[in-house]
């Protein structure tokens, strides 16, 4: 046999991981110096020996046996493996002579524990998440035939579509409460575990499993909106809106994706459209976001442009159309007249690489058709597509007059330097934990019970400044609750009540404000938007929300008196279109050791990146942001840095900009 040249012993010492040749007997004819460091030897002494002398019986028996496999065959042997507590993925290649002879095989070996590691991980985390979910897949099934014999009994008695329709609305608000309760938990455990000391590798698997807990929270919501249209209970409200800021809000934090990607993004307003229009903007938000966040997800380059036109005018009236257009993988023809279609997508590999339910183009068609008008696409395979739709919009005369409500509850406006005082109505353990761990994070007093009758026997008791309320809880509800505490005595009046509750609907909101409840948390909520919440409630000066975030509930709900309208009515947020701002923010509360500040903006930027599928840009925000609450004044700098080399503020100045021009 051939001894090695120069050049091939130094391609074998430049291979990355564990590289040997072996003869028939398993004598070691060439090693790397990686190999020889693994087993502790150096090249010169292993050269001639049998390598199954330095491994474990174990080890070696089964290594020589795939070895052997490889001479006899002449052919690749790929097998996984474990020694000395590593694993390894190792590939043996059999080396042929000229005269046709395999006398000598390669063996490389690449070290994979960490992926292994992370694999198990992800596996117990499933094994998890699949026990959660056969839990409640059994209560649902529980629930769901409860349900059923009550829609049987209410046909065989009354015989009207109107009591099946109540029936669904019940199990569309139980199926609510039932998966916001334990994602409330789970985000509120990751919001309390980013305060532990975490190493690199802890903070990415959390950040993965906090992205995850969001899409979650995403396609609940999406099927949501679904159900609740296929239930005749989605409203459209008509109110007073700025037609360039509704834009503005959807385009510039969908920037922070576009830009990951390396595409142009940018939008036109003709002149001709009035700036004040009435409409309902936050559904008119709603497509918009679908459809633009869908022409990013599918275009790997070039640009996306939003375009708003008028069609046509009356005196009162305006009817608009909307284009936004791309460049991207486009629809195939036949596909085109299903994809406004629920639960379809133009190609179940689309599922598997972009992700998503196929729910979102649904959702547009009929809030688009809910509002008087007509969606449609035009596509070409590779060329991209552009989606069109056109909606009538009254024209905004003045502004409405708002009513102002009758007695009251006055809100109190403690000092900074009051301990607030805080009852904590809440049936679930784990989120009853969570919440008071949130209050005490925030310098609140806090008395938690589990039921109602407790609720009310404490403000008996003891004064209390604040109560947060959940709806659904044992023996007497939230609801109950909050009326027979209004019935204690005045002062009992005009303590604030905030229903804090896994519903999500319009009319809860209602139902809370005639019981007495002056505000209305609605679960998953992580803990510094719980905080922001209640300091804008209680009228405290420290980061108070910017008025960019004010709930989507319509103009005619809204009363000037009730801080809920002006603290984040969450999960219905949307960020504040201003992101330069807020890393301008970051910067210079960093620079003035303002950790508190500095926190108020890294959210909101990663609410928006988060909103609008800019992974990196969501996990650098994150990652600023653990290393804030650690203290890390350097790893916050290089975040930072990081930040503004993903996101350039000029860009969206430009934009804004643009859409001046066509003003």
């Known amino acids: 046999m051939r001894e090695l040249s120069k050049n091939e012993q130094a391609l074998l010492n430049a291979f990355p991981e564990v590289a040997i040749l072996l003869d028939t007997e398993g004598r070691v004819l060439a090693i790397n110096e990686i190999a020889a460091e693994q087993i502790g030897k150096s090249r010169e002494t292993l050269i001639g020996k049998s390598i199954y002398d330095h491994l474990p019986e174990s080890t070696a028996k089964r290594r020589k046996r795939y070895v052997w496999e490889s001479f006899e065959t002449a052919l690749p042997v790929r097998f996984k493996d474990q020694n000395n507590g590593r694993y390894y993925d190792n590939h043996i290649f059999p080396i042929r002579e000229p005269d046709g002879r395999v006398d000598r095989v390669a063996v490389f070996a690449k070290d994979i524990t960490r992926q292994r590691e992370a694999e198990n991980a992800f596996q117990e985390l499933n094994s998890y998440l699949e026990r959660r979910v056969d839990e409640r897949t059994r209560q649902y099934e529980e629930a769901n035939q409860k349900l059923k014999n009550s ?71 999406d099927i949501l909106d679904f159900s609740r249209i296929e239930a005749g209970k989605m409203t459209i409200e008509t109110t007073p809106f700025d037609l360039e800021a509704v834009i503005r809000s959807v385009m510039v934090p969908m920037k922070l994706r576009a830009q990951e990607k390396g595409l142009e993004i940018g939008w036109e307003i003709a002149e001709e459209i009035p700036q004040k229009l009435m409409g309902d903007p936050g559904r008119l938000r709603q497509i918009l976001v679908n459809l633009v966040r869908n022409a990013v997800k599918f275009t790997p380059m070039g640009e996306i442009r939003l375009q708003a036109v008028s069609e046509e005018q009356w005196a009162e009236h305006i009817q608009l159309h909307f284009s936004v257009k791309d460049t991207g993988i486009g629809i195939p023809p036949e596909k085109l007249h299903i994809i406004f279609d629920s639960f379809v997508q133009a190609d179940s590999s689309i ?9 979102g183009l649904n959702i547009c068609r009929k809030l688009v058709e809910m509002m008087g008008g007509e969606i449609w696409v035009e596509s070409r395979i590779e060329k991209g597509s552009t989606f069109h739709f056109r909606i009538p919009f009254k024209k905004a005369q003045k502004p409405v007059a708002k009513e102002s409500p009758e007695q009251e509850p006055t809100i109190p406006s403690p000092s900074l330097n009051q301990q607030i005082r805080v009852l904590l109505a809440e049936d679930d353990s784990l989120n009853q934990r969570v919440f008071t761990h949130y209050l005490r994070h925030g310098g609140y007093q806090v008395t938690a019970v589990s039921d109602g009758p407790a609720a009310v026997q404490a403000m008996e008791e003891s004064h209390f400044d604040l109560v947060l309320m959940d709806l659904r809880m044992p023996t007497l509800n939230g609801i109950e609750a909050a009326k027979k505490i209004r019935r204690l005595s005045d002062k009992a009046r005009k303590i604030p009540i905030i229903a804090l509750t896994a519903h999500a609907f319009k009319e ?108 990196e840009t969501a996990k650098t925000a994150f990652r600023f942001l653990l290393a804030l609450r650690k203290g890390d004044t350097q790893q916050c700098r290089i975040l930072l840095e990081r930040l503004s080399a993903s996101f350039s503020p000029e860009e969206a100045g430009k934009n804004r900009s643009e859409s001046d021009n066509h003003r």
Not at 182 to 209: A, K
Request: charged letters at 25%; a negative charge.
């Open 351 to 359: 599922t598997r690489s972009h992700g998503g339910a196929g729910l």
């Open 151 to 221: 829609i049987a009994c209410a046909n065989q008695l009354a015989r009207n579509a109107q009591s099946a329709n109540r029936a669904k609305s019940e199990f569309l608000a139980n199926m609510s409460h039932e998966i916001r309760t334990p994602m409330n938990g789970i985000i509120g455990i990751l919001d309390l575990l980013s305060d532990t000391r975490l190493d690199e590798m802890q903070q990415e698997y959390m950040t993965l499993v906090r992205h995850s807990a969001d899409t979650l929270l995403h396609l609940l919501n």
């Open 508 to 615: 809860d909101r209602q139902r809370c404000r005639a019981a007495g409840m002056q505000g209305y948390l609605a679960k998953p909520v992580g803990r510094d938007q719980f905080l922001n919440y209640l300091r804008a409630f209680l009228h405290e000066p420290k980061d108070v929300p910017n008025a960019s975030t004010e709930s989507k509930m319509s103009q005619e709900e809204s009363r000037p008196q009730h801080p809920e309208m002006k603290a984040p009515a969450l999960p219905w947020t949307h960020p504040d279109p201003d992101l330069s701002r807020h890393l301008a923010g970051m910067a210079e509360a960093l620079q003035n050791n303002e950790a508190s500040a500095a926190e108020s903006h890294a959210q909101t930027l990663k609410a928006a990146a988060e909103e609008t599928g800019a992974e």
